[in-house]
């Protein structure tokens, strides 16, 4: 009877010693699943030998402005609110009405600011009323640009002397057949680093193993820097030269390469 015994629990030993390692095994990957996914993979997934090249490298493409955005409006201070008011919206009335003559569609003329303030004088330490200040902007896109001199002029003209020209940005409404461009000389570059590195180092260059974007890069919008060419209260009228120059977008990237074992 004592044999049974013993010989029973022998046979069911390992059996039971399998199922504690294995729930063993199931509460392990579920901690370090929970902890960090990464070191999962690193135990369980076999690593690359170490023997990479890693580079970086960048593209540029350049393209030709095709629209503008000009940020616009008009600044007048009167004695009174109700004056101040009035003569903003009449003067905003003929700006706005410049930029459709010229063919500027409604869709394209936001409002991007209205606002009324106080305007004190400071002397003797006292503060003195002077009166209200009113401004009125809006943003409006010129999609041709072979007429933005024009609509610069007339709207200067319209806003008369309460007219404020706050900036003129220069852009390309669709880069992505730049950035395919772009995105592609930086791999270009990339590759031709990293064969340079691996013929100086007496070995030979792999297939990519990781292709990361790094960054995506457009040059900054081009200021307007001639206002007082269209605001020139010379009795004379001389369009206001506009250069619109380049754009450019650039992209970088980071590529691993394995190195060929020999």
Known sequence: MSTSQEGSCWNTYPFNFRNCMLLFLILLVSTLTA?????????????????TINV??????????????LNLGVSVERDSVADAREEAASAMTALIDSLEANGIAEKDIITQNFSIYPQYDYSEGERKLRGYRVNNTVQTKVR?????SDVI?????????????????FMIEDTTPLQEQARALAVKNAEAKALTIAEASGVTLGKPVTITEN????????PYADAESAF???????????????????????????????
């Open 35 to 51: 902890c960090d996914r990464n070191l999962v993979s690193q135990v369980f997934t076999p690593s690359l030998s170490g023997r």
């Open 153 to 169: 002029d007339d709207a200067a003209e319209a806003g008369g002397d309460s007219i404020v020209l706050n900036s003129i940005q």
């Open 215 to 222: 960054s995506y890069y457009e040059s900054p919008p081009i």
């Open 232 to 262: 020139a209260d010379d009795g004379r009228r001389t369009s206001t030269p506009i250069v619109s120059g380049e754009l450019t977008v650039t992209i970088s990237v980071t590529v691993v390469y394995e190195i060929e074992s020999e």
């Open 144 to 148: 041709e640009l072979d007429t933005l």
């Open 56 to 69: 970086n490298g960048s593209g540029s493409v350049s393209g030709e402005p095709d629209i503008a955005t």
